[in-house]
């Protein structure tokens, strides 16, 4: 059974970066798109972007002059790094397996709260 | 504002069958599968159809979905106090080269 986990800070300063890792396991992560799904609190999803095992990204475009997202496939973990926070980017952030191109997400992890604030 | 549009509420009592839409565009929907996810209080959402119409092995063939044009629905038969959630629609679009989500539809099993 494939699980996936969050790690990473649950608090963040303005201005900071956001960093987490999200680790593989029971399954390869090669071959899938891997992704960053944010949620604040009460509010809808929305998709920060993926990354194939090949490297190759695609980010929302409103996010993307402030993330990177990498993938280490001897680890089996993939990153997201989120720059110059504010409170704007306090949610829920979830990691989650993609198959094909479509968003078709088969395996999530359970999501890690991350709070912006001095 | 979400780029995909769903009612922000929807509700039925047991045993009775409610349709949830969700509305885009032909850089969308139009284009482009539409997947549907429900999300159940303080937990991660779940893939419940994919492909316009494909259930995951394990989900329940009272949950269905269909597409046309640039909208599409989910439709739950025989509702059971359990489906009490928020659901989402997502789909690939082509114009911002992303996933993009429906506002989500809080359902509500009366």
């Known amino acids: 059974q494939v699980q996936l986990q969050e790690s990473g800070p649950g608090l963040v300063k303005p201005s900071e970066t956001l960093s987490l890792t999200c680790t593989v396991s029971g399954g390869s992560i090669s071959s899938y798109y891997w992704s960053w799904i944010r949620q604040p609190a009460g509010k809808g999803l929305e998709c920060i972007g993926r990354i194939y095992t090949s490297g190759s990204a695609n980010y929302n475009p409103s996010l993307k002059s402030r993330v990177t997202m990498l993938v280490d496939t001897s680890k089996n973990q993939f990153s997201l790094k989120l720059s110059s926070v504010t409170a704007a980017d306090t949610a829920v952030y979830y990691c989650?397996?993609?198959?094909?191109?479509?968003?078709?997400?088969?395996?999530w992890g359970q999501g890690t709260l991350v709070t912006v604030s001095s | 504002q979400s780029v995909l549009t769903q009612p922000p509420s929807a509700s039925g009592t047991p045993g009775q069958r409610v349709t949830i839409s969700c509305s885009g565009s032909?850089?969308?929907?139009?284009?482009?599968?539409v997947n549907w996810y429900q999300q159940l209080p303080g937990t991660a959402p779940k893939l419940l159809i994919y492909?316009?119409?494909q259930r995951p092995s394990g989900v329940p063939d009272r949950f269905s979905g269909s597409k046309s044009g640039t909208s599409a629905s989910l439709g739950i038969s025989g509702l059971q106090s359990e489906d009490e959630a928020d659901y989402y629609c997502a789909a690939w679009d082509d114009s911002l080269n992303g996933v993009v989500f429906g506002g989500g539809t809080k359902l509500t099993v009366l």
């Open positions: 989650a397996r993609g198959v094909g191109w479509e968003p078709r997400f088969d395996y």
């Open positions: 492909s316009n119409n």
């Open positions: 032909s850089s969308n929907i139009g284009n482009n599968n």
